[in-house]
């Protein structure tokens, strides 16, 4: 397993500006990507897959609308170039193989795109993009990002089963994916679905939901996420996991920092401060 000692040390330096995000996911992209193993550029690469996925998902309606599969000013790159989503959508109209680094799921989605016709629901084009996506990642060699997309998955399928709960909607069509969570959401009648007892947050997210403000709903749903990220780092020193952590971390601030930039603000303190704190090497390491 590769440490990057002297790289994630470095990310502890970034400074504070107070109008953006000085250290923004194209230049972590752009400037710390390349110094990584090809594997962990992998890993990467799915923490970075929410822009991908939008990428592609424009492109196709390019495609669809017979215009020329170029990027505009929407797009902002995860570690799929534009040329190579659209390489995907070629490749597959064109009958050809997998034939470039883009992950595989794509190619699934794509060909189902383009020879089914059930994209003509938008949510579902979404839903679907994002079942295979989590079944790619869920098949990860790297256990830590496993847990996160499990996780995240568990997370969202339970935050629309109490919405879905909440309006009398049927659930069972609404939840992605399989295991234990998205069987007990999809079968179960108890208040909790069974799962207090397995899923720690269970009950801050049911409370969170009856928010009414929709920004600070997301915002507690976002500290979940960034609470669940220190936890299981915490025995991560200078590998791959802490560099997926601070990507997600880092695309979480900059997401509230276009939305409200005092939350922000105070989310780049936290994230700049916990590093500073873990830095260190530790003796094993010596």
Request: proline residues 2%; contains cysteine.
């Amino acid at each position: 397993m590769a440490n990057y000692y002297y790289l994630i040390a470095g990310l502890a330096d970034v400074q504070l500006d107070a109008d953006k995000l000085p250290y923004s996911i194209g230049a972590f992209r752009e400037e710390v990507v390349p110094q990584l193993t090809a594997e962990d550029r992998k890993l990467i690469g799915l923490a970075l897959a929410d822009y991908d996925n939008r990428n592609l998902l424009a492109l196709l309606k390019k495609e669809k609308a017979g215009e020329e599969l170029m990027p505009d000013e929407s797009m902002q790159t995860g570690i799929c170039s534009i040329d190579q989503l659209a390489g995907v959508i070629e490749s597959v109209r064109n009958g050809e193989s997998d034939g470039n680094d883009a992950p595989k799921y794509m190619y699934s989605f794509v060909r189902e795109y383009l020879n089914d016709s059930w994209h003509d629901s938008a949510a579902f084009v979404g839903d679907r993009l994002s079942q295979l996506f989590y079944g790619y990642a869920l098949e990860s060699g790297n256990e830590f990002v496993r847990n996160w997309f499990r996780f995240n998955l568990d997370l969202n399928n339970i935050q629309v089963a109490i919405t879905a709960r909440k309006h009398g909607l049927q659930v069972q069509n609404l939840i992605i994916g399989d295991g234990e969570v998205a069987d007990a959401l999809r079968s179960s009648g108890a208040k909790d679905w069974g799962l207090s007892q397995s899923i720690d947050y269970l009950d801050r997210l049911m409370r969170i939901q009856e928010i009414d403000d929709l920004s600070a709903r997301e915002r507690e749903v976002d500290m979940i996420k960034w609470n669940w990220l220190e936890d299981n780092t915490f025995f991560h020193f200078f590998t791959v996991e802490k560099l997926f952590a601070f990507v997600v971390r880092l695309d979480i601030v900059d997401r509230w920092l276009r939305l409200d930039k005092d939350k922000g603000q105070e989310l780049f303190r936290s994230l700049i401060g916990s590093l500073k704190g873990e830095v260190e090497i530790p003796g094993e390491f010596m």
